[in-house]
């Protein structure tokens, strides 16, 4: 599994959060079937500032978020609640690049402490959020998100993290 990691600001722990992405990383392929040193995804980790100007262009909303992705391909399932179209690298060659996922850190930060959550427990959710984003996975319709969130909770079970739902 190759995940490229770049600290752009915010004061984010470096090696500790190329640990936390590996693990997270890892759990979610696992848990879908899907061999992780198949694939490869790239981090930004920025501060509030960069991640607002990001919304904005990407999605029109100029504020800060605590998660985006960029899927490197459209995956989603047709149907609502169906599962997505689930990658098939091939099995010999460089790994299929799944896209990229941007983390904010004060607005991660402030989540957790308001929530009274472990700063990476929540960035570990939001490292699985963002990967299931690159995989289709997403929460617009009720079955959709129930689908997304039973999937975050058990790949979160698997990592000794509590069901952040």
């Known amino acids: ?4 990691v770049l600290i752009e600001g915010g004061d984010w722990p470096g090696d500790s959060l190329e640990d936390l992405a590996e693990r997270a990383v890892a759990a979610a392929l696992d848990e879908l079937g899907l061999e992780p040193d198949q694939f490869a995804v790239s981090l930004l980790a920025c501060d509030d500032a960069r991640i607002a100007g990001l919304n904005a262009e990407f999605r029109g909303k100029p504020a800060p978020t605590n998660v985006l992705s960029w899927p490197s391909e459209e995956r989603a399932a047709t149907t609502p609640g169906e599962m997505p179209h689930l990658p098939a690298p091939h099995p010999v060659g460089p790994p299929l690049e799944l896209g ?8 991660c930060a ?3 402490a308001e929530a009274g959550k472990a700063f990476d ?3 570990t959710h939001l490292l699985v959020h963002g ?3 690159l995989l289709g996975f997403d929460h617009e319709t009720g079955p959709d998100a129930d689908l ?3 999937l975050e909770t058990r790949i979160l079970a698997r990592l000794g993290v509590s069901d952040p739902y």
């Not at 599994?1 to 490229?4: F, L």
């Not at 990229?100 to 607005?107: C, M, N, S, V």
């Open 1 to 4: 599994m190759e995940i490229d």
């Open 100 to 107: 990229d996922i941007a983390l904010a850190y004060e607005t």
């Open 110 to 112: 402030r989540e957790a």
């Open 121 to 123: 427990d929540h960035v």
């Open 131 to 133: 990967l299931l984003h």
């Open 148 to 150: 997304m969130e039973g």
